[in-house]
């Protein structure tokens, strides 16, 4: 993986824990798109809003907004613009599109900047084989995707173009609504040699018959050039355009973004690798209309702002340096300037991995990171340039134990926020400030385990003590001290028997512990899910696939914290699903 240091490592010797999962087994286990696949991820929760929008929640933090809070780029590129608030599209994307996930738990400003905040999370897209796909389910809603790829013989020219589209009566509904999604999804890359273009489209429409329907479309556009300096040095520059139109009700956004970036990289130094980033943001809001809060009274009318630009830029030094053969140690900093908010920021880590004997890691790592106020926290009730990112600090310790048929984990963590950015409602108008101090302590496991060749599991369990310093203006202005969506313990087991040569069966067990809210029945949650593979069926490279997710029929419900309020919403208990696939 190259997330965690933009540099290739097996992920148990990078710094901090990352996790990868291969989207071949998330196929294998069922999973339908990049936000179903996350709940495998130790420490992260699934969580969705009752208009069926997608977001998570990460070591006991959670937010309703950007997607709980992460930084998503799809294919190494940002999918979505934080500063509007809104869930990335990326999350929906079907795991036919997907080759690996890679995700960062944490924050990793150093590398990602501004909103690598509960973590990061990159999508990487299938882009060596061809396929077409075909998935549809109990309720009638199809998935279907094609990937084409083809490159020069040498190697030099490589094309792709993976597409999909999925049309139907949402699973993502919750019970009692009605609700048709219609999304397409396009990645188009073409490269040769050190230049490579990248295009990538989501659109969707999400229509429900009781309240607003919504319309959002996400296009990028992403040119990259590298040069071999010399054999140690090595320069990258891309320029990126992203474009956002997103409609729900009242609400709307639309605006742009430009995005350049230059990365050297250079190992001049005995056993030491410099990594040197120059970042510049232009940040353009062409029309914003704000929803009206659930308070608000019947005369209120929905307020518009029209051309705000937002303009930063970042520089940022990294050394990874092998101290020994065993011993490395990677120390970084950078410094971000935000003419939006007059400010200048600060986001250090500094990380050990220490490989004491074969098969003994030991890592240790203290990262920071921020999350810049969003557009509607900044302008209301005018722009407020006093308003203060907010800044978390996480520290971690783990032990890895690994050998050819067993890999165990652990990992204990702690967690600080600052200058939480908290909505307050006095005699009006409506503002936000920067009051209180979250924290999380908590531990992972994970173990994975090949018993036999035919039988391999997965498992992982994570707990987390979280107090939250936010301040719900509609609950008296005290702390809500925990987080009403969260559990504080979160599990998972996946196994995989293969019984003949083209036979694999997938169980999947996914446990969410009892959540915080008060008044609301959310006892513990367990998730089963079969998936029955059968490959090479009546031909080479042709793949059935059956299943049945939430097998025990367990009641599925979802809490959303939002300013004042908990909201909950149920979603429906099983759903059967069918999958025809051909690889040539």
């Known amino acids: 993986t190259e997330i965690a240091t933009k540099s290739r490592l097996n992920v148990d010797y990078v710094p901090g824990m990352v996790t990868v999962l ?6 294998t286990l069922g999973m339908r798109t990049v936000w179903e696949a996350l709940a495998l991820i130790p420490g992260v929760m699934l969580l969705q809003g009752k208009r069926g929008e997608l977001f998570v929640g990460v070591r006991g933090f959670t937010s309703p907004f950007n997607s709980g809070n992460i930084k998503v780029l799809l294919n190494s590129s940002p999918m979505s613009r934080e500063s509007s608030g809104l869930t990335s599209q990326a999350l929906s994307l079907p795991i036919e599109q997907v080759d690996r996930i890679e995700f960062i738990r944490g924050p990793n ?3 990602y900047g501004d909103f690598a905040y509960y973590g990061v999370l990159n999508i990487l897209t299938r882009q060596q084989t061809s396929q077409v796909t075909t998935r549809v389910d109990e309720h009638g809603t199809t998935t279907v995707s094609g990937l084409y790829a083809d490159q020069s013989e040498d190697g030099a020219t490589r094309f792709s173009l993976n597409i999909a589209g999925i049309k139907g009566s949402s699973v993502e509904a919750p019970v009692g609504i009605d ?5 397409q999804s396009a990645i188009l890359k073409f490269a040769h040699r050190g230049f490579e273009l990248t295009a990538q489209a989501i659109n969707e429409d999400y229509a429900i018959d009781q309240g607003v329907s919504r319309d959002q479309h996400t296009e990028t556009l992403i040119a990259r050039q590298s040069f071999d300096l010399a054999h140690d040095a090595q320069l990258h520059f891309s320029l990126g355009y992203l474009n956002n139109d997103f409609e729900e009700g ?10 350049g970036r230059a990365e050297l990289t250079w190992q001049g130094m005995e056993r030491h690798q410099w990594l040197l980033q120059l970042s510049y943001t232009d940040d353009r809001t062409e029309q914003a209309r704000r929803g009206l809060l659930p308070d608000a009274p019947p005369d209120a009318r929905p307020r518009t702002i ?7 830029y970042g520089i940022s030094l990294q050394d990874q340096y092998e101290a020994s053969d065993r011993l490395t140690l990677t120390a970084g900093l950078r410094f971000d300037h935000r003419d939006d908010l007059d400010q200048d920021l600060w986001s250090p880590r500094l990380a050990v991995v220490w490989r004491i004997s074969e098969g003994h890691i030991v890592k240790a790592q203290y990262a920071g990171g921020y999350r810049a106020p969003t557009f509607w926290e900044l302008v209301i009730p005018t722009y407020q340039k006093n308003l203060e990112p907010e800044k978390i600090g996480t520290s971690e310790l783990s032990y890895i134990y690994r050998k050819t048929d067993q890999t165990l984990r652990l990992t204990l963590f702690r967690s600080k926020i600052n200058n939480h950015i908290n909505l307050i409602e006095p005699p009006p108008p409506v503002t936000f400030v920067n009051s209180g101090t979250s924290k999380a302590t908590g531990m992972e496991i994970e173990w994975e385990q090949q018993w036999s060749p035919r039988l391999t599991s997965w498992f992982n369990l994570s707990y987390a003590d979280s107090r939250s310093g936010l301040y719900p203006y509609l609950l008296g202005g005290e702390m809500i001290e925990k987080d009403p969506s969260t559990a504080d313990w979160l599990g998972n087991l996946a196994l995989f028997y293969r019984p003949t040569e083209h036979t694999l069966l997938a169980a999947y067990w996914n446990y969410v512990g009892a959540r915080h809210a008060e008044g609301v029945d959310t006892d513990p949650e367990h998730r089963v899910a079969l998936t029955l593979n059968l490959f090479d069926v009546w031909t080479q490279g042709m793949t059935l696939r059956f299943g049945v997710r939430n097998l025990l029929q367990a009641d599925q419900r979802f809490l959303v914290s939002e300013p004042g309020r908990v909201t909950s919403s149920d979603f429906p208990d099983s759903l059967v699903w069918g999958q025809i696939s051909y690889d040539f």
Do not use: K, S
């Open 22 to 27: 291969q989207g071949r087994e998330l196929e």
């Open 109 to 111: 400003a150093l590398l």
């Open 179 to 183: 609700a048709e999604n219609d999304q």
């Open 250 to 259: 009242l609400e709307h956004f639309l605006g742009q973004v430009w995005e």
């Open 306 to 312: 029209y051309d705000v630009n937002r303009r930063y």
